[in-house]
């Protein structure tokens, strides 16, 4: 689990989790404005999100573990 706007507005650069992660929600603006993130790799466990939760990132590089199956954005 991680809510809402844990972390907004920080320096984190990349973002990768490991293939046993166990993450399968993510809140509203939890990753909004943290412009030096630009690579992302969300894990098979992922299966909600909140909406914006990228909003205004760095992002450049967006990557999907096998095995995932994202059910709902609310």
């Avoid at 943290?34 to 098979?44: F, S, Y």
């Avoid at 914006?52 to 059910?71: E, H, P, Q, V, Y």
Wanted: glycine share 6%; proline share 3%.
């Amino acid at each position: 689990f991680i809510g809402r706007e844990a972390f907004a507005d920080t320096p984190i650069q990349t973002l990768t989790f490991a293939d046993n992660a166990k993450l399968s929600v993510m809140e509203q603006s939890a990753f909004e404005n943290t412009k030096q993130l630009t690579a992302v790799t969300l894990p098979a466990s992922l299966k909600q999100t909140g909406r914006a939760i990228f909003k205004n990132s760095g992002i450049r590089t967006l990557n999907f573990a096998d095995g995932f199956g994202l059910t709902e954005i609310s």
